[in-house]
């Protein structure tokens, strides 16, 4: 942690920078105007003209206002494990298990939300806390073993998300499944669930968590001490500890807040859209949470903007498929380009600098 006689300018964030702002606006546009461009060639030759798939797919997202709240629902657990990825990404700690923390923190609510009988509001608080808890407690593990061990929290965190989909897929085909036909867990108790915003849709009030959640993310990284302390770790770890970090305990910190966000990812969708826990629920929100983050540049900001992309990209997707007979793994191949026009973006930043060492280098907000 930082020692006592640190300054408290080196406490504060970043300086604002408009053409730092520019870049950070530019690189993401382009990279889905490509991705779009190219995308339109592939659906070309697949005989189907771009223009009209692509307008599906944009009626798909936002056509009406029940697509409009899809989209908004897709994006709220996109936007928790985009923060996971973010906040990690800024300790150079690539958290690859945020898919295994979010079915520990859907399983975790779950059994918060059927198992407690509470008064309304705290059941939902204290649901939302096991769900966070829950991601919290899947990536202490590689946290920790990273931090003591030395292990790659890359192929640590991999196999971890293995674990925590058939140890959920074990629970809900024996110990909590309930009785009938289908594998699935009962329902939670009415006193948990998100209330519906809207009447008539299923946007919940999951959103207003998640833009909270993106809030204190942006202030924990750049207005305090600790946030200081998990980018000076993420810019070097030997220096850092030459500074006075400790940085073994910083990258675990990283990765319980991490995991907590991962864990609010599964925690609202199980007590805002599904009421109760399935074998496979998640379509891969914790492998988009990648992309998600890397679209917005690993911000808090630009992470909402990125998981709204994405949600849309996934509510539309049906209606495009239904619309032109396309197979939906055509938006799987968009979604792949923007994160390879992503990457691309940041190799010439990346290369731009190396070539002027005078000049800070940075890579996703992280220095290299």
Request: with cysteine; aromatic share 8%.
């Amino acid at each position: 942690m930082i020692e006592p006689g640190r300054t408290e300018s080196k406490r504060q964030g970043p300086r604002f920078s408009w053409r730092g702002l520019l870049a950070g606006i530019v690189t993401p546009v382009v990279a889905v105007a490509a991705s779009l461009l190219i995308g339109s060639l592939v659906i070309a030759a697949l005989k189907v003209n771009p223009l009209v798939a692509y307008g599906y797919l944009f009626r798909g997202a936002v056509g009406n206002l029940g697509q409009l709240t899809g989209t908004i629902v897709n994006a709220i657990p996109l936007i928790f494990a985009g923060l996971a990825v973010t906040v990690a990404f800024r300790g150079s700690i690539f958290n690859i298990g945020g898919e295994g923390q979010i079915y520990f923190g859907a399983l975790f609510a779950i059994l918060a939300g059927t198992m407690l009988k509470l008064p309304p509001g705290i059941h939902l608080i204290v649901a939302l806390a096991a769900g966070a808890l829950g991601g919290l407690l899947w990536a202490l593990i590689p946290g920790y073993l990273n931090a003591k061990r030395g292990l790659n929290e890359v192929i640590v965190t991999i196999l971890m998300n293995y674990i925590a989909q058939w140890f959920v897929a074990y629970l809900v085909h024996g110990p909590i499944r309930e009785p009938g036909w289908n594998p699935q867990s009962a329902m939670v108790e009415a006193t948990a669930r998100l209330p519906i915003l809207i009447r008539g849709t299923s946007l919940h009030w999951g959103i207003f968590i998640a833009i909270a959640a993106a809030i204190l993310v942006h202030l924990l990284l750049t207005r305090t001490g600790l946030g200081f302390a998990i980018r000076m770790v993420g810019s070097n770890r030997e220096a850092s500890r030459y500074a006075g970090i400790n940085s073994a305990q910083v990258v675990i910190l990283t990765m319980c807040i991490s995991g907590a966000l991962a864990g609010l990812a599964g925690a609202t969708e199980m007590l805002g859209v599904r009421y109760r826990l399935l074998d496979g629920f998640s379509p891969g929100y914790g492998f988009d949470a990648i992309a998600v983050a890397m679209v917005g540049r690993t911000t808090a900001l630009g992470t909402v903007l990125g998981a709204l992309f994405f949600g849309a990209l996934r509510s539309g997707a049906t209606v495009m498929q239904s619309g032109t007979g396309l197979p939906i793994v055509a938006v799987y191949f968009i979604q792949g380009l923007v994160i390879l026009f992503m990457i691309a973006g940041s190799s010439v930043n990346f290369f731009k600098n190396l070539a002027n060492p005078k000049k800070e280098v940075t890579t996703g907000g992280r220095s290299a």
